[in-house]
């Protein structure tokens, strides 16, 4: 019988954590005043928050899917959560288009990592040092797996500065696409890492993401002022780094002067930031390799905190 509660119990937090992982992504998009990304009512390019309310549902089935395959003892099969994905967004009615391709690079090898612990019976309350040490597992899973769903997800997804790779991994849109099953999903992540921020991150380890983590922990916002911590730990991020969706889908000029924008944030009144912010716009920069970091990282903080709060519960 106990057994049976246990099981219950991980269960049920198994699938909090997944309803964590598909919101935050809406979460980070809610976040205002972010620099020249979809930021509150503020829209780039052909992306507003109306895309964002329905991406939840629209990623979920396939979370579920990973979060089936780590219970199972199944390999991760990034490549197939990522077509399953594209292929739902893609016919969306009310999406038809790609929010979150990015992000779900990060979210399903961290969801993963945590539903394996969880159903190990580990401890997750530390959620950073889950992921720190069960990374391998990730890195061993993505050399099982072939590029071939991986590369049907990038060309349907239409994702044209993706999929492009120095060296011998062949290109997304290779002709002959039985060499595919040559070459496995990590080694496309390896050899892109320092062109592609989301590929370094799986690669890594997670550094940025778990940064995210670290600072939203140590500042532990009220949900009266989670939205506003978002938008401060996503300037931190992108004055750190270049983005590399802005990198590759324009030029390295531009994803400097983002980065180099975002360090004066602190320093210039709210209505130079508003001008700033409307000019890059214009321009349709949009930093959203940065925003996925930052999203991943909202959803370990989340998990985190309801881990936490669930324990405190327990010893009372």
């Known amino acids: 019988m106990r057994e049976v509660v246990q099981s219950s119990q991980v269960l049920t937090k198994v699938n909090i954590v997944v309803d964590i992982f598909s919101t935050s992504i809406l979460l980070e998009a809610l976040a205002p005043t972010k620099l020249s990304t979809v930021s509150g009512y503020k829209s780039v390019k052909e992306l507003n928050i109306?895309?964002?309310?329905?991406?939840?549902?629209?990623?979920?089935?396939?979370?579920?899917?990973?979060?089936k395959d780590a219970i199972s003892g199944k390999n991760l099969r990034l490549g197939s959560y990522l077509l399953k994905y594209v292929v739902s967004a893609s016919t969306h009615p009310l999406l038809k288009t790609n929010t979150a391709f990015g992000y779900l690079m990060l979210a399903s090898p961290l969801l993963y990592i945590?539903?394996?612990?969880?159903?190990?019976?580990?401890?997750?309350?530390?959620?950073?040092?889950?992921?720190?040490?069960?990374?391998?597992?990730?890195?061993?899973?993505?050399?099982?797996?072939?590029?071939?769903?991986?590369?049907?997800?990038?060309?349907?997804?239409?994702?044209?500065?993706?999929?492009?790779?120095?060296?011998?991994?062949?290109?997304?849109?290779?002709?002959?696409?039985?060499?595919?099953?040559?070459?496995?999903?990590?080694?496309?992540?390896?050899?892109?890492?320092?062109?592609?921020?989301?590929?370094?991150?799986?690669?890594?380890?997670?550094?940025?993401?778990l940064e995210v983590h670290n600072n939203l922990l140590k500042e532990r916002p009220t949900p009266k002022k989670l939205l506003d911590s978002i938008t401060s730990v996503h300037t931190k991020t992108l004055s750190s780094n270049l983005d590399t969706l802005v990198l590759k889908s324009r030029n390295f000029n531009s994803a400097l002067l983002l980065k180099y924008l975002s360090t004066l944030r602190t320093s210039i009144s709210s209505e130079v930031w508003e001008r700033i912010d409307n000019y890059i716009r214009e321009n349709e920069l949009n930093p959203g390799s940065t925003s996925d970091v930052v999203a991943a990282g909202l959803a370990l903080y989340q998990v985190s905190t309801y881990v936490n709060q669930d324990v405190e519960r327990s010893a009372t």
């Open 50 to 67: 109306i895309h964002f309310a329905y991406t939840p549902n629209v990623l979920k089935p396939s979370l579920e899917e990973t979060t």
């Open 114 to 209: 945590i539903v394996k612990a969880l159903v190990r019976g580990d401890s997750v309350t530390a959620v950073n040092e889950v992921i720190t040490k069960y990374h391998h597992v990730v890195i061993e899973e993505l050399k099982k797996e072939t590029l071939k769903d991986f590369y049907t997800a990038l060309r349907k997804a239409s994702i044209r500065h993706l999929g492009e790779y120095f060296g011998k991994i062949p290109s997304v849109n290779v002709e002959d696409t039985s060499v595919l099953e040559n070459f496995s999903l990590w080694e496309a992540l390896r050899d892109s890492m320092y062109s592609d921020l989301v590929s370094h991150e799986i690669v890594s380890g997670f550094k940025r993401v």
